[in-house]
């Protein structure tokens, strides 16, 4: 099993940066994929970005792409999520997740979660 735990959330004015953390532990020889989701309130979680554990290949959300920069620290089993130009609609908790077995954008296919972090946008 994988545990994963978030920081980096917080309060941000539209047009700045905050950098999220997800640090892996446990079982991370078995992670394909790391990803990141968000769930804004009375909306359907949503995926933001996913790295290979390998960091050969990225993926993001339209939405985001151009804006966000997805990392990885191999010696620290950590991934990072740089999001910069902030909107207030990029306001939601922000959920770090993992998948062993191939790349997939939906979070139905992600086997372990982290509790999740806000990010507050405002305008």
């Known amino acids: 099993q994988v545990q994963l735990v978030e920081s980096g959330g917080g309060l941000v004015q539209a047009g700045g940066s905050l950098r999220l953390s997800c640090a892996a532990s446990g079982r991370t020889f078995d992670i394909y994929i790391m990803g990141w989701f968000r769930q804004a309130p009375g909306k359907e979680r949503e995926f933001v970005a996913a790295?290979?554990?390998?960091?050969?290949?990225?993926y993001y959300a339209s939405s985001v792409k151009g804006r966000f920069t997805i990392s990885r620290d191999n010696a620290k089993n950590t991934v990072y999520l740089q999001m910069n130009s902030l909107k207030p609609e990029d306001t939601a908790v922000y959920y770090c997740?993992?998948?062993?077995?191939?790349?997939?954008?939906?979070?139905?296919?992600?086997?372990?979660w982290g509790q999740g972090t806000q990010v507050t946008v405002s305008s």
């Open positions: 997740a993992a998948e062993t077995s191939g790349y997939s954008s939906s979070w139905t296919e992600y086997d372990s």
């Open positions: 790295i290979r554990w390998n960091g050969r290949s990225t």
